[in-house]
């Protein structure tokens, strides 16, 4: 039988495949990861962040909070994929643990993670003329073609990288669907978790479990609730 290493709030076990449907609600169990998935776990820690702010000599926690809040915004102003905004946020973090930024050029970069991030995940992308207008003309084209070429030799072109969203789905596929909801509960608090830059600590899996355990726990009481 196929192995799932579990995870509870104080210790980790190993249960069955077939026992997960009858004992999760019981016992406030969530799926973390399945045995076997090295490959997984490898890419993840490979493409994990860690904390830089300290080395940023003109940025704090607050700002990067800030612009994070706008980039939320601004994706949702351009009606993009959720695994757009994950990856932007993940584009930002690379390439700020990397190199330093001075304040009055921190939105310029997150529009320009916005785009690589669009590009990649995107089948029709916004076009550069669009991030100009929505930094009310703060920075030129040329500046943000510029700075595209800065991050991506600055990343390495790694544009790909394990979300916690993925995780999400994940999850719930292997535990069954919840109601609508339920799971845009789930998704708000990850997207939460991008805001706050002390999330970074955590690896996408265990912030894709944690939402899962949230919503779940809200369907819980929903159905408690209505009894």
Known sequence: TTEIYTLSLHDALPISRGKIARG???????????????????????????????????????????????????????????????????????????????????????????????????????????????????YTRQEILDMEVTVLNTIGFQLTHPSGRQFLMRYVKLMGAQSVEHAALAEYSLELSLVNYRSMRYAPSHLGAASRSEEHTSELQSQIGSR
Not at 47 to 74: C, P
Not at 89 to 100: G, M, N, R
Not at 129 to 134: E, G, I, L
Request: charged content about 30%; overall charge neutral.
């Open 24 to 138: 999760r609600a019981a016992r406030g169990i969530l799926v973390v990861r399945a045995a076997g998935d090295k490959e997984d776990t490898e890419v993840e820690a490979k493409a994990r962040v860690g904390d830089y702010m300290a080395q940023q000599e003109d940025l704090t926690e607050k700002m990067r909070a800030i612009l994070v809040d706008w980039l939320v915004e601004v994706h949702w102003k351009f009606k993009l994929q959720q695994e757009t905004l994950s990856l932007t946020v993940h584009l930002l973090d690379t390439y700020l643990s990397k190199k330093q930024v001075k304040r009055h050029k921190l939105q310029l970069v997150g529009v320009t993670c916005m785009l690589l991030a669009a590009k990649h995940e995107e089948i029709y992308p916004p076009e550069i003329k669009d991030f100009v207008h929505v930094t009310d003309r703060a």
